[in-house]
């Protein structure tokens, strides 16, 4: 089991077929999950396709994710929360200027994923919106969403299988309202 500390993220590549699962270990935490094609860094997670090819906005166990280039990168293989995001952007010094303006600001998962993710060649501008694992943000009947505490609860996890080789940026989220106000670290592991 490989450990994020709290706000912070790493890279690491995952070869087709491997399954990585992403563990909450002390509950109530967001994890901020990135997908790249390891053969082009411009192939990439994509919401848009995946929403409109899963047809549905609650991606869980049997759920693929797709690219931007319509080709699944993940299939979810194991879901014990069943609620996870992929609507919101990563949180950034700006999300925390415009959202917490009485908080100390923060790189965000938006910072933590562009350091990780630069010595394998992507830039800022790469970063896309991500899937934001055990991360509650509800739509209501008008549209409107608000941020939640996820509900996940210590040793809650999300598998992923691999479809593709891929690079992945995973995080441990620094925003307050995703994470109900507290920053706990993110575990996770990869299995052939």
Same mark, same amino acid.
């Given at each position: ?33 990135? &997908? =790249? ?6 192939? /990439?997670? %994509?919401? @848009? ?8 906005? #609650? ?70 919106? &991500? =899937? ?6 509800? /739509?209501? %009947?008008? @549209? ?8 996940? #609860? ?39």
């Amino acid at each position: 089991m490989n450990r994020i500390m709290p706000r912070s993220g790493a890279a690491f590549p995952l070869a087709r077929g491997q399954l990585l699962t992403v563990v909450d270990p002390l509950g109530t935490q967001v994890s901020d999950l990135l &997908a =790249f094609s390891a053969s082009d860094v411009r192939e /990439v997670i %994509s919401n @848009g396709r995946t929403f409109d090819y899963e047809e549905t906005l #609650r991606l869980t166990r049997g759920n693929r994710i797709w690219s931007n280039r319509s080709r699944v990168l993940l299939t979810i293989e194991e879901d014990s929360v069943g609620c996870h995001d992929f609507l919101l952007t990563p949180c950034s010094v700006d999300t925390f200027r415009h959202f917490y303006p009485d908080k100390p600001e923060h790189r965000g998962c938006f910072g933590n994923l562009a350091e990780a993710l630069a010595p394998y060649g992507f830039s800022p501008d790469d970063i896309p919106v &991500a =899937f934001n694992c055990f991360m509650n943000v509800p /739509v209501d %009947s008008t @549209g409107g969403i608000s941020v939640l505490p996820p509900p996940s #609860r210590a040793g809650d996890s999300v598998s992923f299988r691999a479809e593709q080789d891929l690079v992945i940026g995973l995080t441990a989220c620094s925003a307050y309202a995703s994470n109900g106000g507290t920053f706990k670290p993110i575990d996770y592991r990869i299995d052939d």
